[in-house]
């Protein structure tokens, strides 16, 4: 009877502890000619983005900044040191950073030292396909277990091959809300006329 009664209850206690998927996720783009680092803003309530890049391409250094606001329907790229705007529309539905619903569980790991208190992180790895306008995509994401922090994300179409995604210093919450606006001088920025819609990923 006490053996029946520890196997019920080691049963109840794996069953329990099965990772969830979870919701709401910086970008480093890394192939043989590029490396970028990015300032990743996010805001899912009010559907804005705010990406800021450095990074190299053929040896020569760029800057990226662009401000997605999908309510508005527009993207601004942004020029801080010429005080220029760049405003085009942006015809894509918002995606929150989230594991889909059809994600598939490939494994649950502990980063660093599970021996003591405060020496590792439950993470979560998660993978599957997207449908996208044009083909499918592949992807690998993993968070937090608790919180769900990400951690790393690989993601792959036919078109840009794999773009690997590390994230660090993350912040939960805007330290600058302001960031997620237009700054001032894009006040008087005309709607430019694209041939190619605006989406995140053909940022890149």
Avoid at 107 to 130: K, R
Avoid at 145 to 158: A, K, N, Q, R, W
Avoid at 160 to 176: A, E, H, K, P, R
Wanted: net charge positive.
């Amino acid at each position: 009877m006490r053996v029946l009664i520890l196997l019920v209850c080691l049963s109840a206690g794996c069953l329990a502890q099965r990772p969830q998927k979870c919701s709401k996720y910086n970008t480093t783009d890394i192939d043989e000619k590029l490396m970028a680092y990015a300032r990743y803003s996010y805001d899912a309530l009010g559907k804005r983005i705010h990406l800021r890049e450095i990074g190299s391409y053929n040896n020569k250094t760029f800057r990226f900044d662009v401000l997605l606001l999908y309510r508005q329907g527009v993207m601004y790229k942004i020029n801080y040191r010429n005080r220029t705007c760049c405003k085009k529309p942006l015809s894509v539905d918002f995606h929150p950073l989230e594991i889909p619903q059809n994600a598939s569980l490939l494994g649950q790991v502990v980063l660093g030292s599970s021996s003591g208190p405060g020496q590792g992180v439950l993470v979560n790895t998660w993978a599957g396909e997207l449908q996208m306008k044009k083909g499918k995509a592949k992807y690998m994401s993993t968070v937090t277990e608790f919180g769900c922090v990400p951690v790393s994300t690989l993601f792959h179409t036919d078109r840009s091959g794999w773009v690997v995604t590390s994230f660090f210093n993350n912040v939960i919450g805007l330290v600058d809300p302001g960031q997620l606006n237009p700054p001032f001088f894009c006040k008087d920025a005309q709607l430019e006329e694209d041939e190619d819609p605006v989406t995140f990923f053909n940022l890149f």
